[in-house]
């Protein structure tokens, strides 16, 4: 974007169905606060809410629109889990590795907190299930299941055989599933707004269409937009794929990925229920996996088409429905309502980037399109380092991420090239 450019929200269902547009003025003169937050998505908003809890006088910016980017355009699936516990155990330890174990458990307790405690009307529902669609899966499930029990999982997880999909999809697609109860789905625009509305109730600010334009670190930072500036004891940079150059220190790291779904018209009762039987948040494995789910209103939200080469389909529709209809036959007649995509921002070791620039600014960043409960563990963890302490903080700044040069124009291509490995592998 160009200076002073800004953008409404992208033609999604979330946008059409959000409780309330927000209308946050743009920033305007010169401003003072202990913190300020730069990215008004899941991590910049959980960040915010986190510290006006805990008294602290916070501003957030943001270039667009509060949720504009991933955390407004998402599957809406509630997952917990933050990392992969066997690869921080290699690294670290086994006191690491209970340590982000601990953390995937909570990551998802704190939106459903958030959302009992202030009352979030963003279609919380229970249920999700994994689909096998091939042996290896089913054998994977029955592992993970083991795993499951063995750490005294608090949720009910529950293998399904190949004779009992039709229970929950109805689909000849799947050869089995693991179920998992804690996890489900949910509007994550109504969410991103919900959490926005307590924490200005609490005293935050929030000011949009305000790109921010320079970054000052040192002792007294200081952010500035075009039309204003905000001096801060810390800064939390919580941009994500959306960060683009404004601080150059983070380009390179982390590779914008397409991504991308498409709603249906509402469906009539007798289909929904035939096509989704419980009304679970659904996955398949690959890597450029399918995900899907049934919207409050009846629609079929279809995801996919996770494109990491940097190119846009040119229409979303037409590339996901293929996908749709293999899956699901029955929807051959349906019409297509909304349809859009956006960036997320891919680590290449798929572990999400927490660090410190001078000081005083501090960033977190990479989820790897698994964001909507990660961000709200972030965020605390993001509270507690600007309260001057965080055991998880130093354990994930410690982490070395890969540095890509050359930006996009080199980064995208390889990581292509990567995912087309993985991908000849699952046909193979």
């Not at 969410?191 to 935050?204: K, Q």
């Not at 956006?342 to 410190?356: D, H, L, T």
């Not at 380092?385 to 124009?409: M, N, Q, T």
Request: glycine residues 12%; contains cysteine; charged residues 25%.
């Amino acid at each position: 974007m160009t200076v002073g450019e800004s953008r409404e929200h992208t033609a999604s269902y979330y946008a059409a169905t959000a409780n309330a547009a927000t209308d946050f003025p743009r920033l305007r003169g010169e401003h003072h606060c202990d913190v300020v937050v730069v990215g008004g998505g899941f991590t910049g908003v959980s960040t915010m809410l986190h510290l006006a809890e805990r008294g602290y006088d916070v501003v957030l910016v943001e270039a667009n629109r509060l949720g504009w980017g991933a955390s407004g355009r998402n599957g809406g699936q509630l997952i917990d889990g933050f990392v992969n516990d066997d690869r921080i155990e290699k690294r670290f330890g086994k006191s690491a590795a209970e340590m982000t174990h601990r953390m995937g458990l909570e990551c998802r307790n704190i939106v459903v907190k958030r959302i009992e405690q202030y009352g979030i009307d963003c279609d919380l529902t229970y249920g999700f299930i994994d689909l096998a669609l091939r042996p290896a899966d089913v054998k994977e499930f029955a592992e993970r299941a083991e795993e499951y029990a063995r750490s005294q999982y608090p949720h009910e997880i529950r293998v399904v055989p190949k004779d009992d999909v039709p229970k929950h999809v109805g689909s000849k697609s799947y050869i089995g599933g693991l179920i998992n109860m804690g996890n489900g789905h949910l509007h994550p625009l109504n969410l991103c707004i919900g959490e926005a509305t307590a924490a200005i109730e609490l005293g935050a600010k929030v000011y949009e269409q305000s790109r921010v334009t320079r970054i000052h670190h040192g002792e007294k930072p200081r952010v500035d937009t075009d039309t204003g500036r905000v001096h801060a004891g810390k800064i939390i940079l919580a941009g994500n794929a959306y960060l683009g150059r404004t601080e150059p220190k983070l380009s390179g790291y982390v590779i914008p990925a397409g991504s991308y779904m498409m709603a249906t018209e509402p469906l009539s009762e007798a289909l929904a229920s035939e096509l989704l039987p419980t009304n679970m948040a659904c996955c398949d494995q690959r890597s450029a996996l399918d995900y899907f789910r049934l919207s409050a209103d009846g629609r079929m939200l279809w995801g996919g088409l996770c494109n990491y080469s940097g190119r846009r389909p040119k229409n979303i529709a037409d590339s996901l429905r293929p996908s749709m209809l293999k899956v699901f036959p029955q929807l051959a007649d349906a019409r297509i309502d909304y349809q859009w995509g956006g960036n997320i921002a891919i680590s290449i070791n798929r572990i999400p980037q927490f660090g410190r620039i001078k000081g005083n600014t501090y960033y977190i960043q990479g989820y790897s399109g698994h964001g909507v409960a990660p961000t709200h563990i972030a965020g605390k963890i993001m509270a507690d380092i600007v309260g001057g302490d965080s055991e998880e903080f130093d354990l994930f700044a410690r982490v070395k991420h890969w540095y890509l040069p050359g930006g996009k124009w080199f980064a995208n291509p390889a990581v292509a090239l990567g995912m087309l490995y993985y991908r000849i592998k699952e046909l193979l």
